[in-house]
Structure formats: structure tokens, C-alpha cells
């Protein structure tokens, strides 16, 4: 017999989940998502993924402030769920909300539990520079991202591994592992295995301060930190008091020791070489506040940027 399925969740990764939930054999009876909020110049409402693919698939749905009060537990129970399948809500949900279930609720969780418990475990991979991520389908108890997991899957990291790359991957991968672990659940074979105390890392949530690039670090570290927080927030320095994002793909290089951190090494149509901390870096492709994102050679064409220039006074990713 099908499962009744309440899904919650927010961003474009829940939303992939929650259309593998849909094209499944379970029944998803409503979904809880956050509200929808003003966004571009003119500050229009726009509703989060999950609620606008729930509004065009006229699913009964719910966008809460908080998930606090007798009320939302009432309308959660109202529809009689077996499971709650929670990704990428964005609300914390205490242990009477997580008690409403019958099977209580699990989480898909975009790590591999222990590390990287917390609000950004993806770009947090990337810029630690791990060499796997993968999926976690956790039972959820109070504590975050602490209970037991009943299912995982495993994917290796690309060198040129960027947050929005891996981000879609992993998507992929918890669209199909949520489907393993409902079947199981409703089998009656699902197996929760606690965490191990050992290798517990925690992933605070991202700021637009990540995206400041300090050139005296290693050169390597730069360009982690280049991938993983693409698109958002960005990393930036600064060109002659101008915020400069660089963007990817770059490549960390071997030389430039004796220069300056944030020194110009050499310019050309294949990058612009930036001395580090320890190596270089090479920038292909670039973009100043408020204009188009350029590759080198079209960089070049327009601005001054030429060996012994450095970059980085003041840097910031603000635009």
C-alpha cells in the first residue's frame, strides 16, 4: 500500500525531490514549503520552487512563518500522513512536529552524515576540498541533522566541481535514494543507523564575507573557494578600487612565490596570472560590479590590466 507522503521544502533541489515523489508509487497528500517573498527590482512576490511546482501540480499546501504553534500541527495532521519527506525546508521542526507522522519524518540531507551537518553542506564540501559527497536519508529527531540515517549514496567530486554542478547532482541522487528508503519504510525493512560521535563537521550558513578572495592564501585553497561558492555569493577582489568578481572555471598554477599576494603576473587570451600566498592563480574569466561577466581575452580589450598591477585592496563581493 502507498505511503501518504507530506513533503517539505524550499529551494529548486527540494522541488526535484518532490517531482520524483510525484512521478512515484506514493501519495504525496500536501506540501509545506516557506512563504513566498519579494524578489527583484521590483520586489514582486515569488513563490519558493516547491510551492509554485506544488500550486501546478494542485497540491493542498501550506507556507508557515514558523512551525511552532498547535495550529500547524492540527493542519499537518488533518491530512494523515504515514511520513514526512523534509529537504531544504528552511524551518526547524520540533519533536511534537516531528511526532506527527506515523512514521515520523526523514530527511534528505545533501552529505555524508557526520560531516557537514548543518545549512550549507554543499559548497562546504567543495571548499574543504573533499574528494566525495553524496546523500543521506536521515530519521530526523530534535537535533540538527543528529539522527539515525537509513540510506546513503556516494558520488565523487570533479576537479572543477562548483557548487551549482554539484548542487544538481546531488538533487539527482536524493530524487532517487528518498524513493529506496519510502519503499523500505513501507516494507518494513528500512534499517536507521545511528552516526558515528567520530568525523562530526558542521557547514555555517554562507555569507557574502566567504566571498572575499585574501591572496595570501595557498593558491589551491582560492580556487576550492572559487568553485564552491558559485554562484552565490560570488568571489571578489578589487581592480583599482572597483569590486572585481572572479568567476570559473580557473586554475590554481605552480610559481609566483616571489611576488606579492594579489600581484599581476602575466596577462594574456588564455587568463590572467595572480600571485598567492603560496603558487598562482590563473582568472579566465571576469566581472566587475554591474557589468557583464567577460573571458580574459574580452577583459583585456577593455581594461587596463597589466604585469606588477595588484589586486585586492578592500575586497568585497558587494555589488
Do not use: Y
Not at 526523514?106 to 545549512?119: D, F, K, T
Not at 528508503?181 to 563537521?201: F, H, N, R
Request: proline share 9%.
Amino acid at each position: 500500500m502507498a505511503l501518504r507522503v507530506v513533503f517539505m521544502g524550499t529551494p529548486e533541489l527540494a522541488a526535484t525531490v518532490l517531482q520524483a515523489l510525484l512521478d512515484g508509487p506514493h501519495e504525496v497528500v500536501g506540501v509545506v514549503s516557506q512563504p513566498d517573498r519579494p524578489a527583484g527590482r521590483g520586489k514582486h512576490l515569488v513563490s519558493p520552487p516547491v510551492a509554485a511546482l506544488a500550486r501546478e501540480r494542485g497540491i493542498p499546501l501550506m507556507q508557515p512563518e514558523a512551525c511552532k504553534s498547535a495550529a500547524f500541527r492540527e493542519d499537518l495532521a488533518a491530512w494523515a500522513p504515514d511520513v514526512a519527506v523534509v529537504a531544504a525546508f528552511g524551518h526547524i521542526l520540533g519533536p511534537k512536529a516531528l511526532a506527527v507522522p506515523r512514521l515520523g519524518c526523514v530527511n534528505v540531507h545533501a552529505s555524508l552524515l557526520p560531516r557537514w551537518r548543518g545549512a550549507s553542506p554543499i559548497q562546504r564540501a567543495i571548499e574543504a576540498g573533499d574528494a566525495e559527497s553524496g546523500v543521506s536519508i536521515m530519521q530526523m529527531d530534535p537535533g540538527m541533522d543528529t539522527g539515525p540515517v537509513l540510506l546513503e549514496r556516494r558520488l565523487a567530486l570533479t576537479p572543477d566541481e562548483t557548487a551549482d554542478t554539484l548542487h544538481d547532482r546531488l538533487a539527482a541522487l536524493g530524487a532517487e535514494a528518498i524513493g529506496v528508503a519510502l519503499d523500505a519504510l513501507e516494507a518494513g525493512t528500512a534499517t536507521a543507523t545511528p552516526q558515528p560521535e567520530l568525523g562530526v563537521t558542521h557547514a555555517p550558513k554562507i555569507t557574502k564575507a566567504d566571498g572575499v578572495l585574501d591572496w595570501a592564501r595557498p593558491a589551491v585553497v582560492l580556487d576550492r573557494q572559487v568553485r564552491a561558492f558559485h554562484p552565490w555569493p560570488g568571489t571578489g577582489t578589487t581592480l583599482d578600487g572597483r569590486v572585481l568578481k572572479v568567476l570559473p572555471p580557473i586554475s590554481p598554477l605552480e610559481g609566483g612565490a616571489d611576488a606579492a599576494p594579489g600581484t599581476v603576473l602575466a596577462v594574456g587570451p588564455d587568463g590572467i596570472d595572480v600571485a598567492c600566498g603560496e603558487g598562482s592563480l590563473r582568472l579566465t574569466r571576469l566581472q566587475l560590479a554591474g557589468k557583464k561577466a567577460l573571458d580574459a581575452a574580452q577583459f583585456l580589450a577593455g581594461h587596463r590590466l597589466v604585469p606588477g598591477m595588484v589586486l585586492g585592496a578592500d575586497a568585497s563581493t558587494e555589488s
